[in-house]
């Protein structure tokens, strides 16, 4: 029976029981690598939307007012992070529950 690539590579970690904990903190780091780029790509559009684009609107404008925070991001980000560290662990030790045979079934 001849499996495709990608389902080799997906197996590629279940060889050796050594593999197992690099696999678990590469995606982890994968995670938080997808995370933190969020946050900064986030940080930099809402700054500079609110600074070029609202500024803009409320210039003409004597009787508005407005005051711009970070403040939603910044509580959103430890919470994001935590995220990003929790489902791969837990998808993580899901997958290790099924064998490899059971695993090449299902695709």
């Not at 938080?32 to 404008?61: E, H, K, N, Q």
């Not at 007012?65 to 560290?85: G, K, N």
Request: hydrophobic share 50%; with cysteine.
């Amino acid at each position: 029976m001849m499996y495709p690539d990608n389902t080799l590579r997906k197996l590629f970690f279940d060889v050796s029981e050594e593999c197992q904990p690099q696999a678990e903190t590469m995606l982890i780091d994968e995670g938080l690598y997808y995370a933190v780029s969020t946050l900064f790509v986030s940080y930099i559009l809402s700054a500079f939307g609110v600074l070029v684009g609202v500024r803009m609107m409320v210039a003409g404008d004597w009787t508005a007012t407005f005051h711009f925070t970070l403040l939603p991001l910044i509580i959103c980000t430890p919470i994001l992070i935590v995220f990003a560290v929790l489902i791969p662990y837990i998808c993580f030790k899901n997958l290790e529950k099924q064998s490899i045979v059971g695993r090449l079934r299902l695709e």
